[in-house]
Every structure is written in structure tokens, then in C-alpha cells.
């Protein structure tokens, strides 16, 4: 069986809000500081006791509360950095209509469009052994003649693959490992 | 240690010699909720519609277990599961496989029973065929097509005379539960013994009983050698009851496209309907009318569509030239069961204005004891005629008028003595045809025998023999043709014609058994 993985799921509602604070942040020219920013708010969204908090489904606190909140929260986990305005009006905007349980897939939808305008992709290298330097400068090189736009490659180490490497980008699976060959193996055997 | 079948080294080093060892792209996404046979996956952004989609294997050797991508959305996928989906959970993956969904198909079919998918479930062993087709195909066009002019005999004389079938043509089998639907299509599959139509009997949503009863009764008429079956059980997913006449099609368009002739039988289509309307539902697309979506209409045209029969030309440029002068054709006769005689309801109607014509069955007729129970005056046929046998045609024309003046005047038949005699006589002679179109399950009959129980009914010779004794008196007349007239009967099933000489063949026939008949 697969490993889980919790996905964030990117919901209809949400895609006006990352497309508006997108925009907002590309001609304020802010737009690492609003993807560390939706971030933080991400995380302090997806939290159990804090979703319960902050969602529309607590009576107790107003729209204009939750926002307040929200924003030390934000400006906590940030490192005590000043909010700019825009990000503080958004999350009051965002409690307003009850989307603060929203957050994440903003963030997702938001990394999407940063992406898309800066043509970069992110591309995870997961590897049975530590890559060398020149390895990963030839995977990059590969991968930037095959998408046609700068990668930005994290590694990750998995024993579990045997040999070999699994590439990851977006949707697009490249599998090369010695553990995805031996499971084909398998099943070419079996049929 | 217990062994697996596969694990036999011959296999094993087969597989070993197909098996490519190369890293491969493709397409991943996660299931982001499952329930009721459909899948929501998250991901899979250039999956195509209609595609295959591969899930985790329920046991790690075991065969992967496919999907169906049905629903492609701004976010997600909507998938319908092919078969069990208990070991799937929230979060496994689901790999694109960059396919249409392909079912085997070949001779190495025929005599097996398989099911949607094309996997054999008669115990028989693996079927040996390389060749596979995609489930969905667009129907041939108008160009590659060629009219229905050779019938497809389906060995009952109420259907061969008043109905007549041609190859490539699509005549729909209407009626209510237990009005012998499914008898009237068996006994077509048995009558194609001999005669090269290679035949497909799709079961949607029937009992496996059921089922394990049509492939018996097949069986022990011989007709399971030019057979193949394609069961969706009641107990199947949906889906599988969805894709299987598809499947089936697929199986017969094989030996169209190589010149020959299929006869394939949905047996039924509103099952079918009904399993789409579930799988939609639960995809949540909108309902229309009878809760059905909206493409149900297009669900059976492109299926029934793809029965035609095609052009010389079109079939020597599907066989690459090694076939030439000869004219493929599929024949499809699709059942719908209705509920309570409404044949206007949502499915019947629209299964009725696409095919080339209806076999109505009744309850009423069946009761009263008319087997085949078909209704004469709303069976029809709209382009067999152009391929009926001709001396069928000549004699089986005066049955459907006879039997239409019969219905009229059948409300006046109990005031018979008061009656003159012009109403007496078509009375009689309606009550004899009627008689005469009753047929035993299982007894198809050749051109010639038919031939000679119409010419009897023609020409008067059934005039004087009492209601109750027409169909001993037929049994005879055709024991007598059989054992005396051997070379008139090869005659007529050869050429089918009625000339002077065989005319002149049958009267001596009916004759000579009428003079010695004592009744």
C-alpha cells in the first residue's frame, strides 16, 4: 500500500482569493514576502485547535476578531515582521465571508501562480544515497530542456527505493529506482 | 509452499522476455475520496477522457486494479472503479496508463464465456489471442457503409415472415418481464449453426443463474462453438455492467471488420441504463428525465451505431488487402424489458427511434398461449424486407395482412354464426395463422420447412383441419417433407427461391400428406 499523504486540495472558492492577493502582491512587487506570509497562515489555518477557532462554524468570535487573531498569529510565526496593510485587509476580507478556513488551498493556488509567472518549476529528486553536486546539476540541466523553465530541485533521501532516483514534478512521476523496476517486474511476472 | 499458476518456468521466462526494464514518466495522483465504486482523484492534470487508470493491486503480486476516468474536472478526476475496490483507501496513488480501455478479442473468443473486461470466467483457462480493441470506437461512416440485402434467419417463422432481419441491421426486442425476450434471442444464436454468423450474447444485470442457464442451453444445442459470451452479473459493480456491451461490440466488430458476419444480443439495455444513470449520479451529474443523465441517448445510439454493415472496399482496407470482395456486417439485437407494456417511457422510446425496427412482446399473447408471443401489428421491420429470403417473402406476405384483418374483426368473432361469409373466412384463416405462428423454444426451423408451413397456410390446405390440430398437422407435414422430399428441402434452403418447380414441389408435398391425413 501507498504511503498517505494529506493533500490540500484547491477549492472553487478559493481560486479568486489567491488569484486577487497574487496580483495585489505582483504590483506591490511583494510576492516572496506574501508566499512566506499565506505560509504562515496556512499552517496556523491547518492546525486542529485553530481551525475549530477560526472557522465559521465558532459563533463566538466576530469576522473582525478572527482576523485580528490571525494576523499576530501571523506575524508571530513570521518573526515579528510588520504585516503590510494589503495582507491584513485580506485576512479581515477573508473572515468577513467566513473563507479563513480557506488558507491553504490559497497558499497552494498562490505558490501555483508564482510559479507559472516566474516559469519555475519545483522538481523533488528523492534518491536511495546523497546526490553528488554534479549529479544534481545534470538532473537540473535535464529537466530545465524538458519543461523548458528554471527547476528549483529539492532533495530527499528514501532507503526504501534500493538504487536509483524518483523525480517528482507536479503530477509527472519519473520513475527510476530500483524498487518501482522490481514492483514492475512483479507485475509483468503475475499477469 | 503452494504454487501459483503463473509460476510455471516456461511462463515465467515469457514474461521475462517481454518485461522492459526502462524508467518510465507518468502521471500520479492521489485519491482524494472513494466511495460506491467512484474514485476522486486529485492530480492526473493530462489524463484523457475515457482513459485507464491504474490502482494499487489488492495483494502486492497481484494484478493492478483499473479505473475508468469518466469525470475530468478543474480540480479532480472522477473514476469509476473496474471490479472490487475494498483495498482502496484515501491517499493511495493512481497512475495514468496513457490507454483507452482495451478488451481482448479474436477467434481464441468463440465458445468462451468472459467477462466486461474480456477475462475469461469459465474456468477454461487463459484465452489465447495477442490481439486487442479498444472498448470505444466511432461507428463506420456513411461512406464506408453498404444496405442491408442478406438476412440473418433467425429460425422462427412469426419473425422471419412478418419481421424479417437483415445483416447489419439493428431490430430491438421489446416487452415486458417474462414475455420469452431472452428465448426469442437464443433461439437466434442456435439458428446461426452452419451459417457462419459468429454470435455475441452480452447478459447485463441478469442473475448468474440465469446466465449459467443460457451458456447450458448453448451448449447443448452446439451453438456455443460459434459463440462468445460477455456476462455482467447482478452481482458486478456498475460500471462493469455499464461497459460490458460496449465490450461486446468491440468482441464483434472484429469479425466484421475481417468480412465476415456477427449477431451480437444486449441482453438487456435497460440495465445497462440503469447502471449508467448509478454510475452518473453518484459522478454527480445532473439528472433529467426518469432520473437519467443526459447523454443516455448518446449511451445506446454510438453502441448501436456501431452495427452496420460495411463495404467491400472498406473491409480490404481494415485487413491491409488480405480480405477482398467481401462485406462485413454486425447485427444487434438489443433487448429493453419495459414495465407494464409503457413503451413510452424515457429508455424504450429512444432505444426504439434508433434501431431499424421492434419485436414487440406481450404479456397477454404469451399467457394465451401464442409462443412467441409477438404482437404482429407494432413488430415491425423497417429495412429486413430488402433482405428477406424470397420465398419467405412471397409466402409470408399475406400473414401480416391476414392477421390485421383478423385483429379487426377478432371482437365480432364470438357472434361467428350470424356472421357472412367473406368475415367467417378471414376469421378462420386469422385464427389459423395465429395457430400456425405458435413455435417450441429451442426449434429453430430452415427456410424450406418455414417455406412449406406457409405454403400450406397460402393455399388453403389448413382450411378444413380443426384449430386444435394445426400444429400436429404442420409437425406431420414437415415429418413427411423430411423423410420424402429430402432433395426439394435442400433445394430451398440452397437457393431460397420459388420458382415454378419448387412451387409445383410444395403443392405435390402438402398434397400427398393431406391425401393420406386422417386428422
Known sequence: MAET?????????????????????????????????????????????????????????????KAELMAELCRDVCGGIALPEAFTTFLRLLADNHRLHLLPSIAVLYERLRAEA???????????????????????????????????????????????????VGDLVIDGSARGRLNKLATALSQ | MQLKPSEISDLI?????????VAEARTEGTIISLADGIARIYGLDNVMQGEMIEFPAPREGDPVTYGLAMNLERDSVGSVILGDFEHLSEGDKALCTG??????????????????????????GPIKTDLSAPIEKIAPGVIERQSVSQPVQTGLKAIDAMVPIGRGQRELIIGDRQTGKTAVAIDAIINQKGTGIKCIYVAIGQKNSSIANVVRKLEEHGAMDHTIVVAASASESAAMLFIAPYSGCSMGEYFRDRGEDALIIYDDLSKQAVAYRQVSLLLRRPPGREAFPGDVFYLHSRLLERASRINAEEVERLTNGAVKGQTGSLTALPVIETQAGDVSAFVPTNVI??????????????????????????????????????????????????????????????????????TRKQLERGQRVTELMKQKQ???MSVAEMGISLFAVERGYLDDIALNKIGAFEAGLLAHARAHYAELIATINATGDLNGEIEAGLKKVAEDFKANYVG
Do not use: M
Request: charged residues 20%.
Open chain 1, 5 to 65: 499523504t494529506t493533500v490540500v486540495r484547491p477549492t472553487a472558492a478559493a481560486r479568486p482569493y489567491a488569484r486577487a492577493a497574487f496580483e495585489d502582491a505582483q504590483t506591490s512587487q511583494a510576492i516572496p514576502l506574501w508566499s512566506d506570509l499565506l505560509e504562515a497562515a496556512a499552517a496556523i489555518a491547518a492546525d486542529s485547535a485553530l481551525h475549530r477557532l477560526l472557522g465559521p462554524w465558532n459563533p463566538v468570535l466576530r469576522g473582525q476578531q
Open chain 1, 118 to 168: 516566474e516559469s519555475v518549476v519545483r522538481a523533488e529528486l528523492i534518491s536511495a544515497i546523497t546526490v553528488t553536486d554534479a549529479q544534481r546539476k545534470r538532473v537540473i540541466k535535464a529537466l530545465k530542456a524538458r519543461f523548458k523553465r528554471s527547476v528549483v530541485l529539492d532533495c530527499k533521501i528514501d532507503e526504501a527505493l534500493v538504487a536509483g532516483a524518483v523525480i517528482r
Open chain 2, 13 to 21: 521466462r515469457q514474461r521475462l522476455h517481454s518485461y522492459q526494464a
Open chain 2, 99 to 124: 490507454r483507452i480501455l482495451e478488451v481482448p478479442v479474436g477467434e481464441a473468443l468463440l465458445g468462451r464465456v468472459v467477462n466486461a473486461l474480456g477475462h475469461p470466467i469459465d474456468g477454461k
Open chain 2, 353 to 422: 427511434s434508433i434501431t431499424d425496427g421492434q419485436i414487440y412482446l406481450e404479456t397477454d399473447l404469451f399467457n394465451a398461449g401464442i409462443r412467441p408471443a409477438i404482437n404482429p401489428g407494432l413488430s415491425v421491420s423497417r429495412v429486413g424486407g430488402a433482405a428477406q429470403t424470397k420465398i419467405v417473402k412471397k409466402l409470408g406476405g399475406g400473414i401480416r395482412l391476414a392477421l390485421a384483418q383478423y385483429r379487426e374483426l377478432a371482437a365480432f368473432a364470438q357472434f361467428a354464426s350470424d356472421l357472412d361469409e367473406t
Open chain 2, 442 to 444: 429451442y426449434s429453430p
